[in-house]
């Protein structure tokens, strides 16, 4: 594995939150980001527009689909955000302003659990 991943809590307990066949898909997604950093991309990874530097992890299970929002943070460093399960065509717009929340508040140096 070339990069780093780090799961804060709030992306972790989604994770855990998920049926299993989900869960498991997403921690491979996780270790293709692992592998491959900056150069994943569709189907498994996708820039958001209009947010500088967040992206989105995408897994599709036959049972449904989920977002994992991440940023890179420095060197070989990923941050995985938070996440949710998705049941329309666009992302919800109230879970990237939480991802966007914590990647700001973790690159100020001000991130705290209690917080969110």
């Known amino acids: ?19 299993a066949k989900m869960r498991a898909k997403t921690y491979r997604t ?3 980001l692992e592998m491959f ?3 994943l991309c569709e189907p498994h990874s ?8 967040l992206k989105e992890l995408r897994i599709k299970v036959a049972t449904g ?4 929002f991440y940023f890179h943070f420095r ?21 990237i302003d939480r991802a966007v929340r914590i990647m700001n508040e973790f690159k100020n140096g001000g991130y705290k659990n209690e917080n969110l």
């Not at 594995?1 to 049926?19: D, G, R, T, W």
């Not at 689909?65 to 994992?68: P, T, V």
């Not at 070989?76 to 717009?93: A, F, H, L, Q, V």
């Open 37 to 39: 950093g900056y150069q």
């Open 46 to 53: 996708k820039p958001l527009t209009g947010y500088d530097g």
């Open 30 to 32: 996780i270790g293709l």
């Open 75 to 95: 060197d070989k460093i990923y941050i995985m955000t938070s996440g949710y399960t998705k049941k329309d065509d666009k992302t919800d717009p109230r879970q």
């Open 1 to 19: 594995m070339e990069y780093k991943v780090i799961i804060l809590p709030h992306a972790l307990e989604f994770i855990q939150s998920v049926p």
């Open 65 to 68: 689909i989920c977002r994992l």
